[in-house]
């Protein structure tokens, strides 16, 4: 029987046996807003069914067997036409079943957990030596996860909040991800399985609120469908992943879907994202505009929506001496507004003129991360400047006792007053007022941005180059993720990698630095020497580089990447999360990632302070 057409069966026996599954009672409210949403349930399930199944089949296999490669791949294609709805119902399993080949460390329970999940599956059926214990113990988990997956869609009708936030979060996952070869970094299938997301993406549409965008705008449908056949048809002619060229897809193909998406969703009128506490504006044309991230789903949720007053006093106190004890230090001293905030030294000098043990990192995008200091141990932006309060080498000025120094200038009785209602007893409304500050501390309009929303055509052939490189064949952006290019994960944004990747302690090469990182945090060896991953933007204006300024140049820190680490140094890193094989990058290639790079540096980063 012609496989295809197999496969079409195949798919037609699932849903009506999906439908079966699930109780009619549970069915009293899929009709929302004159649309059925009966339908999309039931491809939903159909989908998570069938990878199901193909793991059934694939566990009857000997992991020898040449099949079980496109097997794999057929199981792939099934959960990523589930993935989207499986993601917000259950955002934890959806990752853990297609997460990084890592351990997990459970801070509950102290345990490290062996990775599991199709990237654990893909190495192990990839894998020059196969191990059969292994493939059974993925097949196993994986099985587990999907089945509750599935129970989760059976269960819970989607809703347009459920459809709409899902194909977000797909479409973040497309461009961040899957152009980057984080789902499959072993076998580089993740650009094929694009077509495969946004072919999904119409089925679904057709099968639930087509026919009211048709009667609202007819020219609207069509664009969509054309506008995704184009992206389908460029993915068709070239999916090779070192060769795919990145930089043209999202500016040419996938920008103009996400833009018709949008405007989808704002004619169905079927969901009001006002007030979202989502990372995402949902009202963003793309993911490359200045306001496509919502500030304040990072922000504490007593700080959110700041007011001018909070920012104006917050702006203040940044640049203010007499908020450390000895009246000599302030945020500016080694947040320099010229220098992006960060301060061009190799390690910044304490409140005695000694020196600190880390490079002072910028602050521009900061409040995009759930991870704060180097070593990632502040959750909050509050708590990191609570900690340089407290830190005897900095401010030392006990969060709890109001420094009366500050009042010396009455204006801030005025401030204080109109931020808050009085003039405080205590750091804390001092330390919030900062942190709403410095969340505005943002630019997300460099050349790079501008060429992505084709506000301008300035890319040179060279740093086109660069980009792709970035996506592609040298990995970056499999841990400085598109578009903020920092460590918080997408599409969730709710954790923000540590990556152990054996920084040296110079410039020499010689040997791994003294510093463990977040290893003090719990003290497991999973953790030496690891750091949290940082943005990349404005990267030509913070130099030196790495947590402890070992690299002054970025040509240095290409070349630790290109020789694979610390590993590929020679140095003893044995749960090194960077690959340990070199990149195998030319001299011209890693100028080319260079000159992209420096595109990253944005043209007006604060619009309170001037640069």
Same mark, same amino acid.
């Given at each position: 029987?012609?496989?295809?057409?197999?496969?079409?069966?195949?798919?037609?026996?699932?849903?009506?046996?999906?439908?079966?599954?699930?109780?009619?009672?549970?069915?009293?409210?899929?009709?929302?807003?004159?649309?059925?949403?009966?339908?999309?349930?039931?491809?939903?399930?159909?989908?998570?069914?069938?990878?199901?199944?193909?793991?059934?089949?694939?566990?009857?296999?000997?992991?020898?067997?040449?099949?079980?490669?496109?097997?794999?791949?057929?199981?792939?294609?099934?959960?990523?036409?589930?993935?989207? =709805?499986?993601?917000?119902?259950?955002?934890?399993?959806?990752?853990?079943?297609?997460?990084?080949? !890592?351990?997990? =460390?459970?801070?509950?329970?102290?345990?490290?957990?062996?990775?599991?999940?199709?990237?654990?599956?893909?190495?192990?059926?990839?894998?020059?030596?196969?191990?059969?214990?292994?493939?059974?113990?993925?097949?196993?988990?994986?099985? $587990?996860?999907?089945?509750?997956?599935?129970?989760?869609?059976?269960?819970?009708? *989607?809703?347009?909040?459920?459809?709409?936030?899902?194909?977000?979060?797909?479409?973040?996952?497309?461009?961040?991800?899957?152009?980057?070869? +984080?789902?499959? *970094?072993?076998?580089?299938?993740?650009?094929?399985?694009?077509?495969?997301?946004?072919?999904?993406?119409?089925?679904?549409?057709?099968?639930?609120?087509?026919?009211?965008?048709?009667?609202?705008?007819?020219?609207?449908?069509?664009?969509?469908?054309?506008?995704?056949?184009?992206?389908?048809?460029?993915?068709?002619?070239?999916?090779?992943?070192?060769?795919?060229?990145?930089?043209?897809?999202?500016?040419?193909?996938?920008?103009?879907?996400?833009?018709?998406?949008?405007?989808?969703?704002?004619?169905?009128?079927?969901?009001?994202?006002?007030?979202? *506490?989502?990372?995402?504006?949902?009202?963003?044309?793309?993911?490359?505009?200045?306001?496509?991230?919502?500030?304040?789903?990072?922000?504490?949720?007593?700080?959110?929506?700041?007011?001018?007053?909070?920012?104006?006093?917050?702006?203040?106190?940044?640049?203010?001496?007499?908020?450390?004890?000895? $009246?000599?230090?302030?945020?500016?001293?080694?947040?320099?507004?010229?220098?992006?905030?960060?301060?061009?030294?190799?390690?910044?000098?304490?409140?005695? /003129?000694? !020196?600190?043990?880390?490079?002072?990192?910028?602050?521009? #995008?900061?409040?995009?991360?759930?991870?704060?200091?180097?070593?990632?141990?502040?959750?909050?932006?509050?708590?990191?400047?609570?900690?340089?309060?407290?830190?005897?080498?900095?401010?030392?000025?006990?969060?709890?006792?109001?420094?009366? #120094?500050?009042?010396?200038?009455?204006? =801030?009785?005025?401030?204080?007053?109109?931020?808050?209602?009085?003039?405080?007893?205590?750091?804390?409304?001092?330390?919030?007022?900062?942190?709403?500050?410095?969340?505005?501390?943002?630019?997300?309009?460099?050349?790079?941005?501008?060429?992505?929303?084709?506000?301008?055509?300035?890319?040179?052939?060279?740093?086109?180059?660069?980009?792709?490189? =970035?996506? /592609?064949?040298?990995?970056?952006?499999?841990?400085?993720?598109?578009?903020?290019? #920092?460590?918080?994960?997408? *599409?969730?944004?709710?954790?923000?990698?540590?990556?152990?990747?054996?920084?040296?302690?110079?410039?020499?090469?010689?040997?791994?630095?003294?510093?463990?990182?977040?290893?003090?945090?719990?003290?497991?060896?999973?953790?030496?020497?690891?750091?949290?991953?940082?943005?990349?933007?404005?990267?030509?204006?913070?130099?030196?580089?790495?947590? #402890?300024?070992?690299?002054?140049?970025?040509?240095?820190?290409?070349?630790?990447?290109?020789?694979?680490?610390?590993?590929?140094?020679? +140095?003893?890193?044995?749960?090194?999360?960077?690959?340990?094989?070199?990149?195998?990058?030319?001299?011209?290639?890693?100028?080319?990632?260079?000159?992209?790079?420096?595109?990253?540096?944005?043209?007006? !980063?604060?619009?309170?302070?001037?640069?």
């Amino acid at each position: 029987m012609n496989k295809n057409v197999y496969k079409f069966l195949t798919l037609c026996i699932l849903m009506l046996v999906s439908c079966k599954e699930v109780k009619k009672e549970e069915y009293a409210s899929v009709k929302i807003n004159n649309v059925n949403w009966e339908h999309t349930q039931n491809y939903y399930l159909a989908h998570i069914n069938l990878a199901i199944n193909l793991l059934d089949s694939l566990d009857t296999y000997s992991i020898e067997n040449p099949k079980s490669k496109q097997l794999f791949f057929d199981i792939r294609e099934a959960f990523k036409k589930a993935e989207p =709805y499986a993601g917000v119902l259950n955002p934890e399993v959806t990752h853990r079943a297609n997460g990084p080949d !890592l351990p997990v =460390y459970k801070d509950d329970s102290g345990k490290v957990i062996d990775p599991v999940g199709l990237q654990k599956l893909e190495e192990t059926i990839f894998a020059e030596e196969q191990n059969i214990k292994h493939f059974k113990r993925d097949i196993y988990f994986l099985k $587990g996860f999907f089945k509750n997956l599935k129970d989760n869609i059976a269960k819970r009708t *989607p809703t347009p909040k459920r459809f709409f936030l899902g194909t977000h979060q797909q479409l973040m996952r497309i461009v961040s991800l899957s152009l980057a070869g +984080f789902d499959t *970094p072993v076998s580089g299938h993740s650009i094929r399985e694009i077509s495969i997301s946004l072919q999904s993406l119409y089925d679904v549409y057709k099968l639930s609120i087509q026919p009211i965008i048709k009667e609202k705008s007819y020219e609207l449908d069509r664009s969509f469908k054309a506008n995704l056949d184009k992206a389908i048809n460029a993915i068709d002619r070239s999916s090779d992943f070192k060769t795919f060229d990145r930089f043209s897809f999202i500016r040419d193909y996938f920008n103009p879907i996400t833009r018709n998406w949008v405007e989808i969703r704002q004619a169905s009128n079927l969901w009001n994202v006002e007030d979202s *506490p989502y990372p995402y504006n949902f009202n963003a044309p793309t993911f490359f505009e200045e306001d496509s991230f919502n500030v304040n789903f990072f922000l504490d949720i007593n700080d959110r929506n700041p007011s001018d007053e909070k920012i104006a006093l917050g702006k203040k106190l940044f640049f203010d001496e007499n908020l450390s004890q000895k $009246g000599n230090l302030a945020c500016a001293t080694c947040h320099l507004p010229e220098k992006a905030y960060a301060d061009g030294l190799k390690l910044s000098n304490d409140n005695n /003129g000694k !020196l600190l043990s880390r490079n002072t990192p910028t602050l521009i #995008n900061s409040i995009y991360q759930k991870a704060f200091f180097w070593d990632g141990r502040a959750a909050t932006i509050e708590n990191q400047i609570n900690s340089v309060f407290n830190n005897d080498k900095e401010f030392n000025t006990h969060i709890h006792r109001f420094s009366q #120094n500050i009042l010396k200038d009455t204006t =801030y009785i005025r401030l204080f007053k109109e931020a808050y209602g009085f003039v405080p007893k205590t750091n804390k409304e001092t330390v919030r007022a900062i942190s709403v500050f410095v969340s505005t501390l943002n630019g997300l309009s460099s050349k790079f941005d501008r060429n992505m929303r084709n506000e301008e055509d300035s890319f040179t052939e060279q740093e086109k180059r660069g980009f792709n490189l =970035y996506m /592609g064949k040298a990995l970056c952006a499999t841990c400085h993720f598109i578009p903020l290019t #920092n460590g918080t994960v997408p *599409p969730y944004f709710s954790e923000t990698e540590k990556e152990v990747i054996g920084v040296p302690a110079s410039k020499k090469n010689v040997r791994i630095d003294n510093d463990k990182g977040f290893y003090w945090v719990f003290e497991e060896e999973i953790h030496r020497n690891m750091f949290k991953t940082p943005t990349i933007r404005n990267i030509e204006l913070t130099a030196p580089y790495m947590h #402890n300024g070992a690299y002054e140049t970025l040509d240095q820190v290409m070349d630790f990447y290109n020789k694979g680490g610390g590993a590929g140094l020679g +140095f003893n890193v044995p749960h090194q999360t960077l690959p340990f094989d070199n990149l195998d990058l030319t001299e011209e290639e890693m100028q080319a990632i260079i000159a992209f790079m420096n595109t990253l540096t944005d043209s007006h !980063l604060d619009k309170n302070t001037s640069l």
